[in-house]
């Protein structure tokens, strides 16, 4: 599990590369949990993922909590079709904004208000 | 195995020993099963007679054990074992236990070192992931127990606690529901699958699913080809439970990802949101492991005697029916079983259970019916279920039948088969049953007088038996596709078939039927107490006169979509039977009527009439039965409503009660009227003519509703 960050339109973009699972969970929530960018737009890039586990769902979902404790909006991109479907069946796309690619990725945030006080 | 980096806050965060290359510390006896604790997993198992027990780890789908832990004896307290395992990979872990017995075991044990056992608690298992995958028959441990999280985003849910009196049961199979392929949904078959159809049931009106088994099962138990046919022969049905605690990975469409609690957790929730309440049918009365003959899964090898309910030689006893009989009242069992409920109200939020053959559950350890039977008493008080439904299927396959009379504590209510029973051989147009039709139609106060009308779950159809569209069609059951010589399946299913066996181009037996399913199903909605609708049973949905089809999956079994189309009469008549129902608290109160003016409205609560107002009928030979229901409005009015069913081959002119001043008659439904004249949206319904008269036809029923002029 690789990972990256980048700026693009004052959008933070979290590339992850590698299987999403129990073994890279702990990894991932390491790096990116407690270093979460407060007020910004994230984007979750996983076209580089092929496969995420349950822990991983988890993973993105605490980072979507983590998000709103820090006042940031999360946004996720290229999901594979399984992926996609699995996430739909599960409930956890109800949490995401989801876009194909990361600029498409980048004009959907923009438009999203970040919220003038931090939910907790 | 290196663990993650962990945050130990807690003393017994750290490992005391090594076992097998573990490291462990003495576990939590509580709770049973496995737990998540930081840095690793609590395991705790109970067995009243064994000497030993190991955890055995697998990793995901190995056939042999990556290791075996013997637990420690000072490990365990009491009969159970508990034990911390740190550094476990929990995704890629399936566990299980190896229990050795006494060396001089007691009639009735049935210990064996040589078998690895599931855990009772497994909160998910693994090895039927996708339905219908034929399994590896000599895998040696093929139902296994896989570590979870608990801590699904509910995002604000609870269970929705709906007034009883305002349910309108819908049954269902989760696999049937959307399996076939007119139902467009994109994963057929599963929890995500019934979630794509909620606009159906909200469109329908049901506020409340009641799923068929979806505890872990497995559907290949019993499963064969049909010779004549070449069908793979299934148990589509799954009344026969693996894992208590774990849903049917087969029926979610992430089951091959171990993720089918995430999927039936967010059915669950999306079926709230859209005001929808979520029942189980759970099944008590017996496992997986049958007879003496059976699998070794669990309870067998953990603790037969305790488990089990034993002839004092060691034998099944089979109340059931299928083999073995669960030890309810055992108090080891009673808890199980109390847990296992506890869990699936609070971990899953459903809002209640129907328990397949229930009348189990009010018999002793040696299988005679109990006057106090515990398990039932504990479920009526305990504080999580306190707003839950319990619901009895109050008979078993031992010859108990106990409807009106399950030890019901005041807040159990029952599957009324005397409603069902009674409200067939009305339509089929018996001699004598009008009087009993009419207790029926007020909530049975014969049987539940000193309960509420709502201990009544009102029913004419479900899984078992006829579907109504078969009930109309049907003299006799066809059970041939069964394998079983057509002896399976109940005998006295009360059906008429309108004429003819089976299908018909016959245009008027077909008007016939159609008019019957319009009958049962509006006498169903206007009865007082808690109606369950047959899913299928609103479109017209034949088995082809199987009243068993347990073992089908295809599409006998499953629902087809396009039905909507071609009974979409029945679906609007349905629909709009629905509607009416909501819109009259009269047909829905707790008390049963009692005949008298409760409400101060000049009129009693219930009246009874025949050809003439005031003069019902009871006479052997009746087959009319007319009452008028009075009472509050939901609006602070009064409210009057008027039912006429007609079961004799003739029309009848009936005369109408006298409404108060300024009041007049209105046509909810006929059924002897032609679509769309046979019925109307609720609050719009046509004035009648003649206020004085009007006529039921042959086979009928209609309902009349009282409204002020132009209201």
């Not at chain 2, 034998?315 to 109390?338: I, K, M």
């Not at chain 2, 279920?385 to 005041?410: K, M, T």
């Not at chain 2, 909530?443 to 004419?460: E, M, Q, T, W």
């Not at chain 2, 029923?701 to 209201?711: E, M, N, Q």
Request: charged fraction near 20%; glycine fraction near 10%; charge should be negative.
């Amino acid at each position: 599990m690789e990972i990256e960050r980048h700026v693009v339109d004052s959008i933070t973009v979290i590339s992850l590369a590698g299987d999403l699972d129990g073994r890279f969970a702990a990894t991932v929530q390491e790096q990116l949990l407690t270093s979460l960018p407060a007020d910004e737009r994230i984007l979750l890039d996983l076209t580089k993922v092929p496969f995420v586990s349950s822990a991983g769902l988890r993973t993105m979902l605490l980072i979507y909590r983590q998000a709103q404790v820090v006042n940031s909006t999360v946004a996720l991109v290229g999901p594979s079709p399984e992926l996609r479907s699995v996430l739909s069946a599960t409930g956890f796309l109800g949490f995401f904004v989801v876009a194909d690619t990361v600029a498409e990725g980048v004009k959907e945030l923009s438009k999203t208000e970040l919220k003038r006080s931090g939910v907790t | 195995m290196t663990s993650p980096l962990v945050l130990r806050d807690r003393i017994d965060s750290f490992p005391t020993d090594q076992v097998a290359g573990y490291n462990v510390r003495p576990g939590r006896t509580f709770p049973f099963g496995a737990t998540l604790v930081p840095g690793g997993v609590n395991f705790s198992i109970f067995s009243s007679g064994a000497e030993a027990v190991s955890l055995v780890l697998f990793r995901r789908d190995e056939k042999t054990p990556v290791a075996e832990l013997p637990f420690p004896d000072e490990y365990r307290i009491g009969g159970v074992w508990a034990m911390t395992v740190f550094g476990l990979d929990f995704e890629d872990i399936e566990y299980g236990y190896r229990v050795f017995g006494p060396a001089e075991p007691e009639p009735g044990d049935r210990y064996d070192a040589g078998q690895i056992l599931a855990d009772p608690y497994a909160k998910a298992m693994s090895g039927r992931n996708v339905w219908g995958v034929p399994p590896d028959w000599n895998d040696p441990y093929p139902y296994r127990s896989r570590l979870t999280f608990d801590d699904f985003d509910w995002d604000g849910d609870r269970p929705l606690r709906i007034p009883p009196e305002d349910l309108v049961i819908y049954e269902t199979h989760v696999r049937g529901f959307t399996r076939h392929s007119s139902s467009g949904v994109s994963q057929p078959g599963t929890y995500a699958g019934l979630v794509e159809k909620i606009p159906y049931l909200r469109e329908l009106g049901v506020n409340c699913v009641e799923l068929m088994p979806v505890f872990e099962f497995d559907e290949f138990e019993n499963s064969r080809i049909n010779e004549a046919t070449g069908e793979q022969l299934f148990n589509y049905w799954g009344y026969s439970t693996v894992g208590f605690f774990a849903p049917k990975a087969g029926y979610a469409a992430t089951g091959r990802y171990g993720m089918q609690r995430d999927e039936f957790k967010n059915m669950v929730k999306e079926l709230h949101r859209a005001g929808i309440q979520v029942v189980l049918d759970v099944v008590f009365n017996h496992t997986a492991e049958g007879n003496e003959n059976g699998p070794t899964i669990h309870f067998r090898g953990l603790d037969n005697r305790t488990y089990y309910m034993l002839t004092p030689e060691g034998y099944y006893y089979n109340f059931s029916g299928t083999g073995n009989t669960f030890n309810c009242n055992n108090p080891v069992v009673r808890d199980y079983v109390h847990w296992c409920l506890r869990y699936w109200a609070s971990e899953y939020h459903v809002d209640g259970f129907r328990f397949d053959l229930a009348a189990i559950l009010a018999r002793g350890l040696d299988g005679a019916p109990m006057q106090n039977p515990p398990l039932p008493e504990a479920l009526a008080y305990d504080p999580l279920l306190r707003d839950c439904l319990l619901i009895a299927e109050a008979w078993d396959a031992g010859g108990l039948y106990q409807v009106g009379s399950f030890p019901n504590y005041f807040r159990w209510s029952e599957w009324n088969g005397k409603y069902r029973d009674t409200v067939r051989r009305f339509l089929k147009g018996d001699a004598g049953t009008a009087g009993d039709l009419a207790t029926r139609l007020v909530g049975s106060p014969d049987l539940y007088k000193h309960r509420s009308a709502l201990a009544s779950v009102n029913f004419i159809t479900c899984h078992d038996g006829f579907t109504l569209a078969d009930l109309v069609s049907y003299n006799d059951k066809h059970n041939e596709a069964n394998d079983e010589d057509n002896r399976d399946g109940a005998n006295d299913n009360n059906s008429w078939n309108c004429g003819v066996e089976g299908p018909t181009d016959d245009e008027g037996v077909r008007r016939l039927r159609l008019r019957q399913m319009k009958n049962a199903l509006l006498l169903l909605l206007v009865s007082q107490g808690i109606p369950m609708i047959l899913s299928g049973d609103e479109v017209g949905r034949s088995q082809q006169g199987n009243n068993n089809a347990y073992n089908h999956d295809t599409p006998l079994s499953w629902f087809d979509w396009s039905l909507q189309e071609g009974n979409g009469d029945l679906l609007r008549f349905v629909s709009r039977c629905i509607e009416f129902r909501m819109a009259h608290t009269i047909l829905r109160g707790h008390h049963h009527p009692t005949g008298d003016d409760q409400y101060g409205c000049g009129y009693p609560d219930v009246s009874w009439h025949g050809v003439n107002a005031w003069q019902p009928d009871w006479s052997e030979t009746s087959r009319l039965v007319c009452l008028m229901r009075s009472g509050a409005a939901a609006n602070g009015g009064t409210d009057h409503i008027y039912v006429a069913a007609n079961a004799h081959w003739d029309d009848h002119d009936v005369e109408l009660p006298v409404l108060p001043d300024g009041m007049r008659w209105h046509l909810f439904a006929d059924t002897s009227a032609q679509t769309p004249a046979d019925v109307h949206d609720p609050g719009a319904e046509p004035v009648l003519t003649n206020q004085q008269w009007t006529t039921v036809g042959a086979r009928s029923a209609l309902v009349l509703v009282g409204r002020f002029s132009g209201v």
